[in-house]
């Protein structure tokens, strides 16, 4: 299985601030990498598919990029409703494997 | 707008059998969508459990491959996950999604979830 590794595990951030979580991949995945977003007690919500293509409704204050095996998501300035937990996902090859998510307070 | 929502019994004994189903509604079931389980429990995380398209191509993760079987019922708009031998490492919240046609992974829609807890 491909496993995916996120970075940090938790952050904390004032509202305003620019926010980078990191995302790497044990192998290429051809830039299939998607992003979601979990609030408390709720299902995951995409953002991003693809490395850096905003879902459907998603602002334009999240940024999806990627460099090789390492991908990134940024927030640019963050709303306290931008607190929840991000995961990672690669899409390229089945199973499809999560990251172990990035909890992100504002 | 698309909708998903599971359905099934949230208790199940300890190696028993677990059967959930998700409705979808607000789109037809029979398009080129894929049609995914997901569970999350807070010792694994996230695991992607397997996916089905109405032609009933199948993929499943193999680690759960052998005691997971997931099925279609286009009439009815349903798909249907069902997991064996059922154990405490079991235990999670599960979720019915959507991936797209050109990139199953990519769940778009999800349902709301159902938390099961296997107990006797």
């Known amino acids: 299985d491909i496993q995916m590794t996120q970075s940090p595990s938790s952050l904390s951030a004032s509202v305003g601030d620019e926010v980078t979580i990191t995302c790497r991949s044990s192998?290429?995945?051809?830039?299939?990498l998607n992003w979601y977003q979990q609030k408390p007690g709720k299902a995951p919500k995409a953002l991003i598919y693809?490395?850096?293509n905003l879902h459907s409704g998603v602002p334009l204050t999240f940024t999806g990029r990627a460099s090789g095996t390492l991908f990134s998501l940024t927030i640019s300035g963050v709303q306290p409703d931008d607190s929840a937990v991000y995961y990672c996902?690669?899409?390229?090859?089945?199973?499809?494997?999560f990251g172990q998510g990035t909890k992100v307070e504002i | 707008q698309v909708h998903l929502q599971e359905s099934g019994p949230g208790l199940v004994k300890p190696s028993g059998t677990l059967s959930l189903t998700c409705s979808v509604s607000?789109?037809?079931?029979?398009?080129?969508?894929?049609w995914s389980w997901v569970r999350q429990s807070p010792g694994k995380g996230l695991e992607w459990i397997g996916e089905?398209?109405?032609?009933?191509?199948?993929y499943y993760n193999p680690s759960l491959m052998s005691r997971v079987t997931i099925s279609i019922d286009g009439p009815k708009s349903q798909f249907s996950l069902k997991v064996t031998s059922m154990t405490a490492s079991d235990e999670a919240l599960y979720y019915c999604?959507?991936?797209?046609?050109?990139?199953?992974?990519?769940?778009?829609?999800w349902g709301q979830g159902t938390r099961v807890i296997v107990s006797s």
């Open positions: 999604a959507r991936g797209w046609p050109t990139n199953p992974g990519f769940l778009d829609i």
């Open positions: 607000g789109i037809s079931i029979a398009n080129s969508n894929w």
């Open positions: 089905i398209h109405l032609t009933g191509l199948t």
């Open positions: 192998q290429n995945i051809n830039g299939s």
């Open positions: 693809g490395a850096s």
């Open positions: 996902q690669q899409s390229y090859i089945p199973p499809w494997t």
